[in-house]
């Protein structure tokens, strides 16, 4: 359809993006509409993906869509972003944990301090993705900081209970 261009196809591409279900086919057929009329669908495209980023979704797909929201530094999602950030399993919602941290940036630090501190999550491993995404900020940002005197301090912890050798304990440190 891109390939016989013209109206008929902006017609019918537009037409699949508000119909479409599919994280993957919001990308694509996004990107088709942006070549054949660079900004008319932008908003469009936003809007679907907004829309099927609140269904239940895959991982991929939810991955994908959280991704094209931060490229075009749309945040109307953050505060959903927030609110599935600890699945009913106790872990993290990567997709969504990314989208807060790349579209805020600095300002996700509170969002991500509070996380670190949530006691819903069950994997030791989510706590040291939160403090990954908050060491770019170590230094700059109070919520930063915090997190990194966490993980030193449980770290620290975590080493002293150990009986095995001291390499083991100082890998212990930067794993809470």
Do not use: C, W
């Not at 301090?113 to 030791?124: E, F, M, S």
């Not at 170590?138 to 390499?167: C, H, M, Q, S």
Request: cysteine-free; proline content about 4%; charged content about 30%.
């Amino acid at each position: 359809v891109r390939e016989i261009g013209g109206p008929e196809a902006e017609d019918i591409l537009a037409l699949e993006l508000a119909e479409t279900g599919r994280g993957v086919e919001v990308v694509i057929l996004g990107e088709l509409l942006e070549q054949l009329s660079p900004g008319k669908y932008k908003e469009a495209m936003l809007q679907a993906a907004r829309e099927l980023i609140e269904k239940p979704l895959d991982d991929d797909s939810r991955r994908i869509l959280f991704a094209l929201l931060h490229k075009h530094k749309d945040q109307r999602l953050v505060e959903f972003a927030k609110k599935i950030l600890v699945n009913s399993e106790g872990r993290i919602e990567g997709a969504a944990l990314r989208y807060i941290n790349e579209t805020l940036g600095e300002r996700a630090m509170p969002i991500l301090y509070q996380l670190y501190k949530n006691p819903d999550i069950t994997n030791p491993g989510d706590k040291l993705i939160i403090s990954d995404a908050a060491m770019t900020y170590v230094g700059k940002n109070a919520d930063a900081d915090n997190i990194f005197r966490e993980v030193f301090d449980d770290g620290l912890k975590n080493a002293e209970k150990t009986d095995v050798n001291p390499r083991e304990a100082y890998g212990k440190l930067f794993i809470a």
